[in-house]
């Protein structure tokens, strides 16, 4: 499933840097601007998993108990279901900002 959001999101990512490379080509620094915010929004998850990537690589020469020793503490509460409710809240404004201002 991770996958498929991060394949999903980076695709987006790539078409918005086209249209950013289109908008400097034309000459709208604004619009360059605003498309290159939403290209680093989506890519953000490739950009975690890349993360998560390479920190989970052994290190060379590193002993065992090294990662037993970064580990946290207890256990935390993280409110999954409101920041995912947040997030879709504005990806839909964001869609319908852009699809009001396209249909304009």
């Known amino acids: 499933m991770h ?4 394949s999903f ?7 918005c840097m086209y249209l950013v490379s289109m908008a400097i080509c034309a000459e709208d620094t604004g619009g360059a601007w605003l498309l290159a915010a939403f290209a680093f929004l989506f890519a953000l998850p490739a950009l ?5 990537t390479v920190r989970n690589r052994r290190i060379p020469g590193a002993s ?5 020793e970064m ?6 509460f993280v ?5 995912m409710t947040l997030i879709i809240i504005a990806l839909l404004i964001m869609v319908i900002a852009m699809a009001v201002s396209f249909f304009k």
Do not use: E, K, N
């Open 48 to 52: 975690a998993a890349l993360a998560r």
């Open 9 to 15: 999101s980076s695709l987006i990512a790539l078409a």
């Open 71 to 76: 580990s946290p503490a207890g256990i935390r």
């Open 3 to 6: 996958f498929i959001l991060v």
């Open 64 to 68: 065992p108990d090294a990662r037993a």
């Open 79 to 83: 409110p999954h279901w409101q920041l």
